[in-house]
């Protein structure tokens, strides 16, 4: 491992996505060569040394980046991917396919399973020496009154098809023969740079269209936290393991009720009940499938959001040396940058302080 981006490369697969976006941007700002598996040349333009947030305004690139290069490649294509490693010690597979609702959901097998299959048999055969695989809390069910963690069993029925292709991708990556796996677990990755998912709730509280919310509770996994938990695993993670990553755990009412606190709002949504919200699923889907579309709300997501998710993350900060971001911390950094990133389109009586 070199600090000063001369080493070995390290293959990151979805660095043009989120959670690996994060990877990449870490590993650089620590002057590692990272280099980034992409589907297509022009993909390089969503790459970013500064992670899926950007730069700051102004600023050049960040102090202590290593070197960027690329490599195309396909998931589907394992020649591509073997090229790829070609002259990598390690490789960190945050690549993935992250949807609900979907009609057809052979594609999650494809990505999430059959994909993550090529990039171990690759990365065996061009002789890396550790994979680092992005794994998700979701495979680890629960029953909605004690944090589970590592040692938890997989749920009787997920909660989506999506938590189930994760859960066949980690079995089979932690099961792998020839090279070390470690496997890491990332409760919902929030935080600057990300758009959808709980932001998607906090965002549009914050631009005055929520009227309702779900009863929910959900664990929550900073970004810094994720990409930090990621970097120790491949350091400090013990071969044939995975590690939980989470930050904290929120009702989506606590989550509301501090971003109020920091900038002054006072309305506050009304709680749907979840037999109404399930209802208004199932009638979306019906519409959706009458018009031949993919429904933006459906049944898996209500589950998906209605799930107890109670995570312990509590093994990355035994044995990683993990230090997790307090969560008041964490959503006031996320509304400084909706601000900044012009997300937010109405004046707030407050606004959070600068650190």
């Known amino acids: ?25 870490r590993l650089l700002a620590e002057g590692r060569r990272v280099r980034a598996l992409v589907r297509r040349p022009e993909d390089v333009r969503r790459l ?3 992670g899926p947030a950007g730069p700051p305004s102004g600023a050049g690139p960040p102090p202590g980046a290593g070197r960027l290069e690329v490599a195309v490649g396909d998931l589907d294509d394992a020649e591509s991917l073997v090229r790829a490693a070609d002259g990598c010690e390690v490789a960190y597979h945050a690549a993935g396919l992250n949807a609900l609702c979907l009609r057809d959901p052979a594609p999650l097998w494809q990505v999430n399973v059959d ?6 048999e690759a990365a065996r055969r061009a002789g890396l020496r550790r994979v680092v695989h992005t794994s998700s809390a979701a495979v680890l069910g629960g029953d909605g009154v004690h944090p589970v963690d590592e040692s938890s069993p997989p749920p009787a029925a997920f909660t989506s098809r999506y938590a189930r292709s994760k859960h066949e991708a980690e079995r089979l990556a932690l099961a792998f023969e020839g ?23 906090l965002l549009d509280y914050l631009n005055g269209r929520l009227p309702f919310d779900v009863p929910a509770r959900f664990g929550l ?12 695993a491949e350091a400090e993670g013990r071969a044939g393991e995975r590690y939980v990553l989470s930050s904290g755990t929120l009702t989506s009412r606590e989550a509301i009720e501090i971003v109020a606190r920091l900038t002054g709002l006072t309305e506050r ?3 749907l009940p979840l037999p109404l919200a399930t209802a208004a699923a199932t009638a979306a889907e019906q519409l959706a499938r009458l018009r031949g579309r ?49 997300l937010v389109r109405r004046a707030l009586p407050a606004l959070p302080p600068q650190p």
Do not use: K
Not at 193 to 199: L, S
Not at 297 to 318: F, M, N, Q
């Open 1 to 25: 491992m070199s600090a000063d981006g001369t080493g070995a490369p390290v293959l990151v697969t979805g660095a043009t996505g989120f959670v690996g976006g994060l990877v990449a941007a």
């Open 48 to 50: 970013s040394p500064w």
């Open 115 to 120: 994909g993550t299959r090529r990039l171990l």
């Open 179 to 201: 090279i070390e796996v470690v496997a890491v677990n990332p409760s919902s990755v929030q935080g600057p740079g990300r758009r959808g998912g709980t932001a998607r709730l």
């Open 221 to 232: 996994c900073f970004t810094d936290d994720c990409a930090g938990g990621h970097l120790l």
């Open 269 to 271: 949504p009304r709680t």
């Open 294 to 342: 993919t429904p933006r709300l459906c049944r898996e997501a209500v589950r998906t959001i209605a799930h107890p998710h109670l995570y312990d993350g509590s093994r990355a900060e035994r044995e990683l040396g993990l230090r997790y971001t307090p969560l008041r911390e964490a959503l006031e950094r996320s509304v400084r940058w909706y601000l900044r990133a012009g």
